[in-house]
């Protein structure tokens, strides 16, 4: 009798092991939700000097007032010409022949920016009154998503003057919904090798910060975060309301409600967690800013990989897969650039 208990405490135990293990693990078919990639201003030739470089995810619908067909990742480049500047150039936009776009793989591969992907003319609007202020204008420019691989890319920009290499993380150039998460061994980021002795007019640009937005989360309130990784992980949760009342001050948010809280369990089932580093409020009295920066993240092993972060709000928790590129010790950058 007594070693018929025994079996069945060690199968009992083996079940809330197996369960334990688990709780919060990735599984395939995930999606990898994420919003937007931003890079540090570029110097250049158009506009008013200077170009702000982004990445997000594009669909096959209308963006723009283009039909593009394809989906993928959406890079904008966007130039501010003030009202003296374009006065002085006779407000003449430079179009899509003045600027090559090519996309670069670490096998060797190149996808160039073709009619079907790219808009030729310079898609220019005024901002406030372009009689007092000046004029926006963005190129906008799609690539098809890579394989379903853990690979970095480089996006190479080419002006007249001057080219920049924008390094894609990777985890980054695979579409986001596709079933299998895939895994690799090739450690941190590295660079391509026909930028291993890049000529000085070549400047390799590493990303600043992964955006997510998850939404409403309750009551009206909204979530969404900037993520960046130099070498340690860094993140900032933003949350948002706007159910402010006459007779009421415009600062919804406190300082000490909600409580949040920011960790993220590895695949290995290693739990990184973080400390909190600051709170802000925002002057519109919408906003509040929680910054949280990440323990020294102790894995040395060459694999890349998935992780989950776990925002937990109270006692609500809120989570999204993302890859080890935003988390891991130098696997976020080419610490060469830093």
Not at 65 to 70: M, N, P, V
Not at 97 to 103: A, Q, Y
Not at 158 to 186: C, H, N, Q, T
Not at 238 to 253: A, H, N, P, Q
């Amino acid at each position: 009798m007594m070693k018929g208990n025994s079996y069945f405490s060690c199968i009992s135990v083996l079940v809330l092991i197996y369960f334990l293990l688990s709780v919060n693990r990735i599984k395939a078919g995930e999606s990898h939700d994420w919003q937007a990639i931003s890079y540090p201003m570029l110097k250049c030739e158009f506009g008013g000097g200077d170009a702000w470089p982004s990445i997000k995810i594009a669909s096959s619908q209308q963006m723009n007032g283009l039909q593009l067909g394809l989906s993928g990742i959406q890079f904008r480049l966007g130039f501010l010409w003030s009202k003296s500047e374009a006065d002085k150039a006779g407000f003449s936009w430079p179009d899509g022949s003045e600027m090559k776009l090519r996309l670069h793989y670490p096998d060797g591969g190149i996808v160039e920016a073709s009619e079907s992907t790219f808009t030729e003319k310079l898609n220019a609007v005024p901002y406030e009154e372009p009689t007092s202020s000046g004029f926006e204008g963005s190129f906008y420019c799609v690539f098809p998503w890579g394989e379903n691989e853990m690979q970095e890319a480089w996006l190479e920009i080419v002006f007249p003057e001057r080219s920049y290499w924008l390094v894609i993380p990777y985890g980054f150039m695979r579409d986001p919904k596709a079933p299998e998460l895939p895994v690799s061994e090739a450690g941190s980021a590295k660079l391509p090798k026909a930028l291993v002795k890049a000529p000085a007019k070549v400047k390799l640009v590493n990303w600043e910060r992964i955006h997510y937005d998850f939404g409403e989360i309750k009551n009206g309130w909204k979530l969404s975060l900037r993520h960046s990784n130099p070498f340690d992980a860094h993140t900032e949760l933003i949350l948002y309301r706007k159910d402010s009342e006459v007779g009421k001050s415009m600062f919804l948010w406190g300082l000490h409600y909600p409580l949040t809280q920011v960790s993220i369990k590895q695949d290995d089932g290693f739990v990184l967690r973080s400390r909190g580093m600051s709170l802000r409020l925002h002057d519109d009295g919408f906003r509040r800013s929680d910054k949280f920066e990440f323990y020294q993240n102790p894995s040395v092993d060459h694999r890349r990989d998935w992780g989950i972060m776990t925002i937990k709000i109270d006692e609500k928790e809120h989570t999204q897969i993302m890859p080890s590129s935003l988390f891991k010790n130098a696997h976020g950058i080419h610490t060469s650039l830093r």
